[in-house]
């Protein structure tokens, strides 16, 4: 288990991380959400003992990063998977890694036949692609076969293959009860990933929940087709619903929940060849709890400058 208690990190006037507290269990795979510049890669520099913040603590199992006596082994992670020699090889950089903790060679052998590099293990990094880049990075956390794992945008640069195999991965080593934390940009992505998110802007905690309880909560829209989209709109306006153009013709009915368009159209004797709940995305979710602590955003003609 993974615990980030009241940890506050400063970077000269700037706060990075401002009393942030968050828990991620064993055995689940945490997704780890956030806009720019909202301290994600802070936290987890922060749990892996490279920044200390000057309040609060992160601990792994119950030691901070620096107590474990043998680190490899009980923690891995992906923070940034070009920050490797570029004249060494893959297979040499692991080599080198196992040396100073104790382990063995054949397991390097192992951890490259998992990830898909055998091929060019003998390859300088340096002449790796991103999702090449990636893929060895992902090897070198599973390296000392540990029970907690940290990704920082795992997918970046890979093809979808490998996106689903890496999702494959996630999934079976978070069944075999290790704790998985994995930040992302890509909701979508996130959506079908993780068993629960942590959301956090501006350095602070916002939520957390399974995306179920997330985009359940959200507010829903409803799709409706019917032999009198005017009439239809009409009613739903005067009853403090709004409407939008759906696709093939329909309506997109926000505010009003199913049952009462479907309560309008029986009361105005309209008939309905479709009438849909929308379930929000873990995007448009995301997009309502972070709006407030995204520090840049575009206008929406910002396409037609």
């Known amino acids: 288990m993974i615990v980030v208690d009241h940890v506050?990190?400063?970077?000269?006037?700037?706060?990075?991380?401002?009393?942030?507290?968050?828990?991620?269990?064993?055995?689940?795979?945490?997704?780890?959400?956030?806009?720019?510049?909202?301290?994600?890669?802070?936290?987890?520099?922060?749990?892996?003992?490279?920044?200390?913040?000057?309040?609060?603590?992160?601990?792994?199992?119950?030691?901070t990063y620096r107590e474990l006596s043998s680190p490899l082994h009980e923690v891995g992670a992906l923070l940034d998977a070009k920050s490797v020699h570029p004249g060494r090889t893959a297979r040499n950089h692991l080599r080198a890694m196992a040396a100073s903790n104790g382990i063995s060679r054949s397991r390097c052998d192992d951890v490259l036949?998992?990830?898909?590099?055998?091929?060019?293990?003998?390859?300088?990094?340096?002449?790796?692609?991103l999702g090449m880049s990636q893929r060895l990075g992902i090897a070198v956390a599973l390296l000392g076969d540990p029970g907690v794992l940290?990704?920082?945008?795992?997918?970046?640069?890979?093809?979808?293959?490998?996106?689903?195999?890496?999702?494959?991965?996630?999934?079976?080593?978070?069944?075999?009860?290790?704790?998985?934390?994995?930040?992302?940009?890509?909701?979508?992505?996130?959506?079908?990933?993780?068993?629960?998110?942590?959301?956090?802007?501006?350095?602070?905690?916002?939520?957390?929940?399974?995306?179920?309880?997330?985009?359940?909560?959200?507010?829903?829209?409803?799709l409706v087709r019917s032999q009198d989209n005017a009439r239809l709109a009409d009613a739903i306006s005067a009853a403090g619903g709004t409407t939008s153009p759906g696709p093939?013709?329909?309506?997109?009915v926000a505010v009003l929940d199913a049952a009462t368009v479907g309560q309008l159209a029986l009361r105005e004797s309209i008939a309905l060849s479709e009438l849909t709940p929308v379930r929000a995305s873990l995007e448009d979710v995301f997009m309502e709890l972070t709006a407030s602590a995204t520090d840049?955003?575009?206008?929406?003609?910002?396409?037609d400058v």
């Open 8 to 63: 506050t990190k400063r970077y000269g006037h700037t706060v990075a991380l401002r009393d942030l507290s968050f828990e991620v269990p064993a055995g689940v795979i945490t997704g780890f959400l956030g806009p720019n510049g909202s301290g994600k890669s802070t936290t987890m520099r922060v749990i892996m003992g490279l920044d200390a913040p000057q309040q609060g603590r992160a601990t792994i199992n119950g030691k």
């Open 113 to 129: 036949e998992f990830v898909g590099l055998t091929a060019v293990a003998n390859r300088r990094v340096g002449e790796f692609s």
């Open 150 to 222: 940290l990704f920082d945008e795992p997918i970046n640069g890979l093809d979808p293959e490998g996106i689903r195999w890496i999702r494959e991965v996630f999934r079976t080593l978070a069944a075999e009860g290790r704790t998985i934390l994995v930040s992302s940009h890509l909701m979508s992505e996130m959506a079908l990933t993780a068993d629960q998110v942590i959301v956090i802007g501006r350095g602070s905690f916002i939520t957390r929940g399974t995306v179920d309880d997330l985009t359940s909560a959200a507010a829903q829209d409803v």
């Open 248 to 252: 093939g013709g329909s309506l997109q």
């Open 296 to 303: 840049y955003t575009s206008s929406p003609g910002a396409a």
